[in-house]
């Protein structure tokens, strides 16, 4: 007999942090530790804590940046499986991101789960990023950014 599955909801949030650097815009992109993938700074929302104030934690902790919450950007949903403690648990992951203005800090401060955390042009996080959901976050940034430029 198969055991029933858990299924729990997971909720995240994380950002597009932008700067702009002369006319350029860069944003921030972090490898994460073991499997040294590019993605955006994101975690877990904590009891608690609001999806917005998680984003600037998370931002600031993986991207060593202090930044300014603009606006949602997008809400990302997907499912994936574990095992934790024996058991399989499906998880429904909800990752709310935001577009935000960087204000201080440097990459190189970031927490010991960061690889690497960087500053690159809007096209080079595109190609960069591992997963496509992302990308098209970092697709909205940059439309966004660029309407606040006008």
Known sequence: MN???ITKDQISAGGVAFRRVNSQIE???VSVKPSLRWQLPK?????GETSEVTALREVREEAGVETELLELLQTVEYWYQRVQY???IRYHKYVHFYLLKYTAGDVKDHDHEIAEARWVSFEKAIEM???KSERGVVEKARIRTAELDR
Not at 43 to 47: A, M, S
């Open 129 to 131: 990023l591992a997963f």
């Open 43 to 47: 975690g877990i929302v904590d009891p």
């Open 86 to 88: 024996g058991q399989r």
């Open 3 to 5: 055991a029933k599955v």
């Open 27 to 29: 944003v921030a992109v």
